[in-house]
């Protein structure tokens, strides 16, 4: 669910280096048109216009559409273009920059591109056009509370019901009494929640007592159209029952909407465990699944190393799948990969996924791990996505840089998705 925007935020132009000065302003007015931060919308606009002459450097004319999308709790500039795909590597944000190398100086607005924006994202579509998706979120002020929760009221616990955007105020303040420093990153800000909330990225159900005040709450969000995470339950005097019948409310929320399976690793106090299979860990936290509808079967990629690891996973939770050897790296395997960074400082955790395939993925993963290293982070994740053949075939690259599987997500991606681990650091 997006607000809507005016028409002249959505363009196709041809890519013309004269033209990169409107471009940068159309999006960092449309930016500001949407609420973002002048700073941020600055920042966003840049990012745009750097792509926009690279763009037009290389294939000049070609077509070049900007989409421009509100997203209440982030702004986002999708944009289709004929960039070369030997040239994505200079997103990483751990690209080096030889100023004697004139091919990386007209790559450098590439580099910072990445740099400029919270997420950026790269997908190839079927006509060879690379979709690049430039996000920037919001800020939130932090909020000053009380880690007192308010005194019940006669009149007992009413049942779960959807969290309208009050009450994922009083949810996310919630979520950070029982769970402090450990919160989940949706409910760090009131303003964060509910923004997430009214983009249809997160969703809710709350119980209140007599006079309305929030006693507990549940969240969950999709990370596929077949799966959906479990943040909490959260009750304000930890109370099994209520957390329970919370849990029991998004399962009957989610029957019918296609979803096939939920897990949890951010649980609160009371979470029904026994009523959940335990089938691996994420660091100190197990991971807690439960198949809530008939998963209809699909294939997953593998390779020597994420074949026996599946097989366990699959036989554990009776899960159909076929596994098919993934191909062998074609002679025409591009020579450098490109990776995605999801950092959280706060649970000092960098998460990695690949975008595109390459020769020096090994190296570039422990590039990655020793830039964020340097940075203070410490938990490293890298995820694999087992429905896209080439991933199904990087396990050996990855336990060359320390990587080890340990959850699977099913349904996760376009297929399963396989969860790795860092377990060493290099000397």
């Known amino acids: 669910m997006t607000r809507a925007l005016p028409a002249a935020l959505a363009r196709i132009l041809p890519a013309d280096t004269a033209q990169s000065a409107t471009v940068e302003t159309t999006v960092e007015e449309a930016a500001l048109a949407a609420g973002l931060g002048a700073a941020a919308a600055a920042r966003l ?4 216009e750097e792509v926009y002459v690279f763009v037009a450097l290389r294939a000049p004319g070609s077509s070049f559409g900007i989409e421009v999308r509100d997203r209440h709790w982030r702004v986002e500039a999708r944009l289709r273009c004929r960039l070369p795909t030997e040239a994505l590597h200079w997103f990483n944000v ?19 591109a990445s740099r400029l924006v ?14 690049l998706t430039l996000e920037q979120v919001r800020s939130y002020p932090m909020p000053a509370e009380s880690a007192v929760a308010p005194a019940p009221v006669p009149g007992g616990r009413l049942a779960p019901g959807p969290a309208d955007g009050p009450a994922m105020a009083g949810l996310a303040a919630l979520f950070r009494r029982r769970f402090g420093i450990a919160v989940p990153r949706p409910f760090v800000a009131d303003g964060l929640a509910c923004d997430m909330a009214a983009a249809g990225d997160l969703s809710a159900l709350v119980q209140r007592d007599g006079s309305g005040a929030i ?30 019948a919370l849990v029991e409310g998004v399962l009957t929320a989610l029957d019918g909407t296609g979803v096939t399976m939920v897990f949890a690793e951010e649980r609160g106090p009371g979470f029904p ?5 335990c089938l691996g860990r994420l660091g100190a936290r197990p991971l807690h699944f439960r198949v809530v509808a008939e998963d209809g079967g699909a294939l997953s990629w593998v390779d020597s190393v994420s074949r026996p690891f599946l097989s366990v996973f699959y036989e554990a ?18 020579a450098q990969a490109l990776l995605a960074a999801e950092i959280d400082r706060v649970a000092s ?20 791990v020793d830039r964020f290293a340097d940075e203070g982070l410490d938990d490293f994740r890298f995820e ?14 990855l336990m060359q840089a320390g990587f080890f599987p340990r959850v699977v997500l099913p349904r996760g991606g376009v297929g399963d998705v396989v969860v790795w681990e860092r377990d060493w650091l290099p000397d």
């Not at 919270?118 to 979709?131: K, N, Q």
């Not at 939770?317 to 591009?334: F, H, I």
């Open 317 to 334: 939770l009776a899960l159909d799948r076929g596994m098919r050897d993934a191909p062998p790296a074609a002679d025409s395997r591009p």
């Open 94 to 112: 751990t690209q080096p920059i030889d100023v004697a190398d004139a091919a990386a100086l007209d790559a450098l607005g590439l580099l910072l």
């Open 118 to 131: 919270d997420r950026l994202a790269v997908a190839l579509d079927a006509d060879g056009s690379v979709v």
């Open 45 to 48: 606009g840049q990012a745009v």
């Open 215 to 244: 006693r507990g709450g549940i969240a969950w969000h999709l990370r596929s159209d077949r799966l959906a995470e479990l943040f909490g339950p959260v009750t304000a005097d930890d109370d099994p029952e209520a957390a329970a």
């Open 349 to 368: 955790r960098v998460t990695l996924r690949p975008l595109v395939d390459g020769a020096d993925l090994p190296d570039l993963v422990a590039r990655h």
């Open 384 to 397: 694999t996505d087992h429905g896209v053949p080439w991933q199904g075939r990087i396990g050996p690259d």
């Open 273 to 277: 465990v026994a009523e959940f299979d």
